[in-house]
């Protein structure tokens, strides 16, 4: 569903001209907790993801949501929105990297999604088991990211310690002269382009750092 959603987004906003397709398109505030079992080893994320006013108003469209028009979410909603942005194609790893020791952990299906709205912007959330349980999660690196700049992430700053025996970090990114240059030619990019640069994505994403011990 959610890969369905871009193709979506692609389309209605090449209808709306060259400057509205500037690479990236869609914009979710996010935000991260890890998740440790009882002796103390890294079993997985939890993922929030608050959408753009855009991206919100497609999703009302493509999900039929609000049918009775009263401006709220009932369960029926909260459900398709959850069940949608959690359907992933099996390649698909809801653009989430977690690298550990130089090496990425790869990451199961999600779990226990939920979803709602607050301000007119829509938000979805989810556990994402990882697919081998990391005994030693000390210097480990958190990082979302679309790898071809089509979603652009923020990770908001931590509103809780972090439970378990690691303190977390998140290190916004900040652009050098080379990087700014770069996103100066994505925005140019027309509506028939993508990025050429491969993993375009990594170079401007927020950093989540694991500090444990």
Known sequence: ?????LSVLTTALMSLGHHAVAHPHVFVDARTGFIFDDDGQ???LRITWTYDALTSLFLFDTLDLDKDRDGELDDADRAAIAAGETDWPPEYNGDVYLEVDGAIVPVARPLNAEAW???DLISVAFDLP??????DPDGALLRLYDPIY??????LPLEDETPGPCRAEVIPFEPDEATAELQVKLAALSREETPEQENVGALFADRVTLTCG
């Open 150 to 155: 089509y979603y652009a992430y923020t990770i």
């Open 42 to 44: 890294l079993t997985g």
């Open 1 to 5: 569903m959610r890969r369905m959603l």
């Open 117 to 119: 709205m607050e301000d």
């Open 130 to 135: 990882l697919a081998e349980i990391v005994s």
